[in-house]
């Protein structure tokens, strides 16, 4: 994986999956049920170091991404955070510039405390062969919750906020910015090999506005981790950017690209491929549908990509219906 990260083509083509740990597994949900509620999952390092190697037990992936959630971010800048049973994240939404001035980061790695040691056991209960990877939400997609208060369908909240007031919705970013520079770096130093920024909603930019609001806060952010640790391995996942994602690769600073679902894959190769590794693009519903068309498309991406720096992954998270026996014979089929 870490070879792969660097740009080397591996003569074995190393897989993990995005959301690997959750609730597709019994194992997951019996540790869930015995929680107080998915936060304090969390922020339990017994129980975070749990369901993190769960499926790391199960189907030996190559790497192992730490449990938390991207979230954590603003619940430790101050702000309000909680799960709904059912129903999903929900924040206490900022209002106005003036709510921000609530926010800083005066407790953050002390709030962060248990990711850290989550991080550090997990260094030591691994095989030596998993990798261990740190991650956090990219600015744009954390700033999305803090202002919409939870998911949202078209972020026209945010997104008028941000045409309408650009320095004011600069500073909610570069908060942002700041707090995941650090929060990262402080993961690395605890034991995370690589780190994966999530930029889940990024594609939902006109191109000035991504360029401004997603790749300037990305690239600052890498430059952050790469002026303490030059030689730790970035991934990016800037997932629905289209024909932007050259864009990512080149300016960006990261090691590797996260591909979503719809990138054609001969394409990425010709584009992207050409200047950075590339991790993806399952789609996650066709591991739920399995058959035929599950080898075909693990066929295609094999095909497409592995004759260059390549990480099998999904295209977006697993999702809870998706059946073992599907993730079974994808890996058999991605090891042969
Ligand atoms: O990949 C992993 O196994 C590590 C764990 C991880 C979680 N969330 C656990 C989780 C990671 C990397 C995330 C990132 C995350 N969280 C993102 C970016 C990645 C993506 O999927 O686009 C986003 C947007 C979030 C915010 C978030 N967390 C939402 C919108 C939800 C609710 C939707 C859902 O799937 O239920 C969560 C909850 C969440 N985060 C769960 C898990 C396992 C399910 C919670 C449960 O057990 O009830």
């Known amino acids: 994986m870490i070879r792969a990260l660097k740009g080397e083509k591996t003569e074995r083509t190393p897989i993990w999956l995005m959301r690997q740990a959750g609730r597709f597994l019994p194992e997951y949900r019996k540790t869930r049920a015995s929680a107080n509620g998915f936060l304090d999952l969390c922020y339990t390092p017994d129980l975070a170091v749990e369901v993190t190697l769960q499926p790391i037990r199960r189907f030996g992936f190559d790497a192992s991404i730490m449990f938390s959630d991207i979230l954590v971010i603003p619940h430790a800048l101050g702000q309000k955070v909680w799960f709904e049973e059912g129903v999903g994240p929900k924040l206490e939404a900022l209002n106005s510039i003036e709510d921000l001035s609530k926010l800083n980061m005066d407790n953050l790695h002390e ?5 850290y040691e989550t991080l550090g056991r997990l260094k030591e209960e691994l095989p030596k062969e998993t990798t261990l990877i740190g ?11 803090m202002i919409e208060g939870g998911s949202s369908k078209d972020y026209a909240k945010a997104k008028t906020w941000a045409y309408s007031k650009p320095e004011e919705f600069d500073q909610i970013i570069n908060l942002v910015v700041e707090a995941t520079t650090r929060y990262l770096i402080k993961q690395i130093e605890s034991g995370a090999e690589t780190v994966q920024i999530f930029d889940s909603w990024a594609g939902v930019w006109p191109e ?5 609001w997603c790749l300037e806060p990305c ?3 890498i430059a952050g981790i790469k002026s303490v640790y030059p030689n730790v391995p970035v991934i990016l996942f800037p997932r629905g950017v289209g024909d932007s994602y050259p864009v990512f690769a080149k ?3 990261a090691d590797a690209l996260g591909l979503d679902t719809t990138l054609s894959t001969s394409w990425a190769r010709d584009n992207i491929q050409s200047h950075v590794t590339v991790q993806g693009n399952l789609d996650p519903l066709v591991l739920v549908a399995g058959g035929d068309i599950l080898e075909k498309s693990i066929e295609t991406i094999m095909n497409d990509l592995s004759g260059g720096p390549f990480i099998f992954n999904l295209g977006h998270g697993i999702v809870p219906q998706t059946p073992i026996e599907n993730v079974e014979k994808m890996l058999k089929l991605v090891r042969s």
Do not use: D, N
């Open 111 to 115: 709030h962060l405390a248990p990711m």
């Open 135 to 145: 991650f956090a939400g990219a600015p744009w997609t954390v700033a999305s919750y």
């Open 208 to 212: 000035f506005a991504l360029r401004r």
């Open 219 to 221: 690239k600052q952010i």
């Open 251 to 253: 300016e960006s600073g």
